[in-house]
């Protein structure tokens, strides 16, 4: 492995985490601001598996000083020993990477933590609240559920700006949706519309991936003031504001 972690690297050595080597092999921008890279896996699928939204951390370096942030995988192909990842661009070492990035460059990674049962019984629609840094994982879970039903609030971007969404208009209803005041705009849409919605969903399943406060926010609202069961809640906070 590479130069020590610091608290971070020696947490997940504690919680046996397994480290991996992957491969850039290609690299292209889907948009401006959205960049997919395709990788191979240094024997991590073999050793692993492959489940719905799968997720590794990768180690970037940060002024020397090493900095993880985790990733979804897109279309992992355990024969091949192969998958993609996809970046929503902006600032810090992360997308300074990914915007670098060329067939041949290499990059640490640590699997740890990531983990995803489809809900049982299967919902008989999806509320799922994304935005472009969870569009992989969200694709994910709709690729895994198939016929299922969504609804889906998605902030900071749409179906017409060109980034790579997986969904069927006969099956998925996408609003969207711009980002403001830190993610409080986004927080009330649901809000307002969710408690209806519900009323016609026997077995809905509510996912959340934005920004951790947001995602606390809607998520703490479904299992409390909705009163949801914790197995038809699924919240993940895929980026922090600053």
């Known amino acids: 492995m590479g130069q020590g972690r610091g608290w971070e690297g020696a947490v997940l050595k504690l919680m046996r985490a397994k480290d991996f080597e992957f491969t850039v092999t290609d690299a292209g921008d889907v948009t401006p601001d959205f960049r997919r890279l395709r990788l191979t896996d240094g024997g991590m699928l073999a050793a692993t598996g492959v489940h719905p939204t799968m997720w590794v951390r990768l180690w970037f370096d940060n002024a020397g ?3 993880q942030r985790a990733y979804t995988l897109v279309d992992p192909d ?20 990914a915007r670098a990035a060329k067939p041949g460059d290499t990059i640490e990674a640590t699997v740890q933590g990531t983990g995803f049962e489809v809900p049982d019984p ?121």
């Open 122 to 242: 299967v919902p008989s629609r999806v509320f799922a609240v994304a935005d472009p840094a969870s569009l992989p994982a969200l694709n994910s879970l709709l690729d895994a559920l198939g016929a299922v039903p969504a609804t889906i609030w998605f902030e900071g971007g749409g179906t017409d700006d060109g980034l790579p969404f997986r969904t069927d208009p006969a099956r998925h209803e996408v609003r969207t949706l711009p980002r403001r005041d830190a993610g409080a705009h986004l927080v009330a849409q649901v809000k307002e519309a969710l408690p209806e919605l519900l009323r016609s969903a026997p077995e809905p399943f509510v996912w959340i991936a934005c920004d951790t406060a947001t995602t606390r926010a809607l998520a703490s609202y479904a299992r409390k003031e909705l009163g949801l069961p914790k197995q038809r809640v699924n919240a993940l906070g895929y980026w922090r504001a600053t």
């Open 65 to 67: 000083k090493p900095h």
């Open 78 to 97: 355990p024969a091949a020993g192969t998958f993609g990842l996809e970046f929503a661009l902006h600032e810090g070492c992360a997308s300074d990477w």
